[in-house]
């Protein structure tokens, strides 16, 4: 995909992928996938191939959890890991924080590293796909691989 046809803000996950050693190869899809079924349907991949990247509040502390779309997060279990209380970060935050749209946020390429951890249940999958910044757009990788470009920790999310 050439830049100049990428959205701006996948430019920018694109640059970071880059600069943490990955291909930062973008896939820009003609129609947005909002969902984790949508991205799956799109891909002909198994949906739980796909990363969803949700923002929640670990004790009012925005953090990033990189989640299977086969998996929900249970929050009394997931923030007990965490040693903490978590809770779903709303709208406008998740946008100040990762400066992408809901339904498009990546991985990577916010203004600031937010703490991240990343679904066990992604390493079941040879490859995994993860939004790119914007909700046509995609990147692929695997699931050791994300958790070094977002220096994540691995976690049980249910």
């Not at 990428?6 to 996950?13: E, G, K, T």
Request: hydrophobic share 40%; aromatic share 4%; charged share 20%.
């Amino acid at each position: 995909m050439r830049r100049s046809s990428l959205p701006p803000v996948a430019c920018r996950v694109s640059d970071t992928l880059i600069a943490r050693g990955h291909h930062g190869v973008i896939v820009n899809q003609p129609n947005p996938t909002h969902t984790a079924a949508d991205a799956a349907r799109a891909l002909g991949i198994e949906v739980g191939a796909i990363t969803k990247s949700l923002v929640f509040l670990l004790d009012e502390d925005p953090v990033l959890l990189l989640v299977s779309g086969a998996h929900q997060v249970d929050l009394d279990n997931t923030g007990k890991r965490l040693e903490g209380t978590l809770k779903r970060a709303p709208a406008e935050m998740v946008q100040e924080v990762t400066g992408q749209p809901i339904g498009g946020v990546a991985p990577v390429g916010h203004p600031t590293n937010l703490p991240t951890w990343v679904d066990n249940e992604l390493s079941r999958h040879r490859e995994v796909w993860a939004a790119a910044g914007h909700p046509n757009t995609v990147f692929r990788t695997s699931f050791h691989e994300l958790v070094r470009i977002t220096a994540g920790l691995p976690i049980d999310v249910d």
